[in-house]
């Protein structure tokens, strides 16, 4: 009897294991040979899910596309402003080193960005992070400043991310941590949690 494969999960499989590729050897590293032996299989094994390396390309971006809508649904909202947009610039920075791998992955991608389908990913993020900014931003930044602030806060998460990639020993949880409620004050905002904390 034939075995049965569930489709959707061997291509999650096979696109987390290409994200993995991506961030220990870059994106010269990454080819369906390297991936078929990340995966301990044959070559078709992949090319049965991604028959090259734009629809493999295309296959990462899908998973880092679900990864971000599923954890950002998770996201507790407490009522508490200022809270809410905390937990938001927590999650977007890379505290643990399996976050640091998936941005860096995200970072090898940059080097792609001359191929359209990367190019909308990232055009994309872009646009869904800055509404989710205004969205938690909104009635605590007045709105003729809104964009400026929403402008801070991609660059210290951005800056966040790519400096934990580069000098993950140095830009540690706690660091990072400090970093955001740096980033509130300077907009002005503080919370209960911030003032007890």
């Known amino acids: 009897m034939p075995k049965i494969v569930d489709h959707a999960e061997r291509r999650h499989e096979i696109s987390v294991a290409a994200m993995r ?29 991604y028959a090259d390396r734009q629809t493999l390309l295309a296959g990462i971006i899908d998973e880092l596309s679900t990864n971000y809508d599923d954890d950002l649904a998770t996201l507790p909202l407490t009522g508490d ?62 709105e003729d400043v809104m964009e400026e602030a929403v402008d ?19 830009w540690t949880e706690e660091r990072q941590r400090r970093t955001v409620e740096r980033g509130l004050a300077a907009l002005g905002l503080v919370s209960a949690q911030s003032a007890n904390g």
């Open 81 to 142: 402003r200022v809270d809410d947009l905390r937990a938001y610039l927590l999650w977007m920075v890379p505290l643990t080193p399996e976050e640091i791998d998936i941005e860096r992955c995200r970072v090898a991608l940059v080097h792609s960005a001359e191929n359209s389908t990367i190019a909308s990913f990232f055009d994309s993020m872009e646009g869904r992070a800055r509404s989710a900014f205004r969205t938690r931003l909104d009635g605590l930044i007045d």
């Open 21 to 49: 590729v991506l961030a220990r050897s870059g994106p010269d590293g990454l080819t369906l040979r390297a991936l078929a032996r990340e995966l301990n299989g044959s070559i078709t094994l992949v090319t049965h899910f």
């Open 152 to 170: 801070f806060l991609r660059m210290l998460v951005n800056g966040a991310v790519l400096s934990a990639v580069e000098h993950p020993q140095y």
